[in-house]
């Protein structure tokens, strides 16, 4: 999926020690890696250490020698994967005409359980894939599908068979609530 590609983004200049001319930077110590006085990083899931881009480097102070210039470089994996938005015009065709059964997250921009929950419903959006789909509706942008199913409180992830509302979960709640609510209708036969 080319949305996925992982992109880097530099957070701030920083100055590390040079193991030595012509290498690249360490970002944690091997046992190749000479301990150097100085700062070495630790070795993060996501972060390396690169070489300071020209544009930057010329921006940049002058250092001593003994530390050579590099970057934090944070590389995002999957940042593109975002659920797909339902809505007014799309609510028939893509959740109540759906074959397999459909979990939509009430949410909204402004709320903050919200965007903590949405990484949790698209880890299980590809769990399931195949099994259930996934969608997110917008509450401030189609207040009349949130009033029709009684959304009070978002977020909200609400489970939808046969085009029947069956499951509601309210709150951040943990994998364990979510996942629970998912399998009593994954694995159900419809009659």
């Known amino acids: 999926m080319a949305a996925a590609a992982a992109a880097a983004v530099i957070l701030e200049p920083l100055a590390v020690p040079c193991p030595s001319r012509g290498v690249a ?4 110590r091997s046992p190749r890696t000479p301990r150097r006085s100085g700062l070495l990083l630790p070795r993060f899931s996501g972060l390396r250490c ?10 940049a102070p002058a250092r001593p020698r003994a530390v050579g210039s590099g ?13 797909p938005e339902v809505g ?42 195949g099994k259930l789909k996934c969608y997110k509706l917008n509450t401030d942008e189609n207040p009349d599908i949130a009033s029709q ?25 943990p994998e364990s609530t979510l996942i629970t609510s998912i399998e009593k209708f994954i694995w159900l036969k419809t009659l």
């Open 71 to 83: 970057a934090v470089v944070c590389e995002a994996q999957d940042t593109a994967v975002q659920l």
């Open 25 to 28: 930077l360490a970002c944690a």
């Open 50 to 59: 690169s070489p300071l881009p020209s544009r930057v480097r010329a921006a």
């Open 88 to 129: 007014k015009a799309t609510w028939q065709s893509l959740v109540l005409d759906s074959d397999i059964p459909v979990l939509v997250d009430f949410w909204a921009p402004w709320c903050g359980p919200c965007r903590m929950i949405e990484p949790l419903v698209i880890k299980l959006s590809k769990v399931y894939e």
């Open 149 to 173: 199913y009684g959304i009070r409180s978002i977020p909200t992830m609400m489970i939808f068979k046969n085009g029947e509302k069956k499951d509601a979960v309210i709150g951040a709640v």
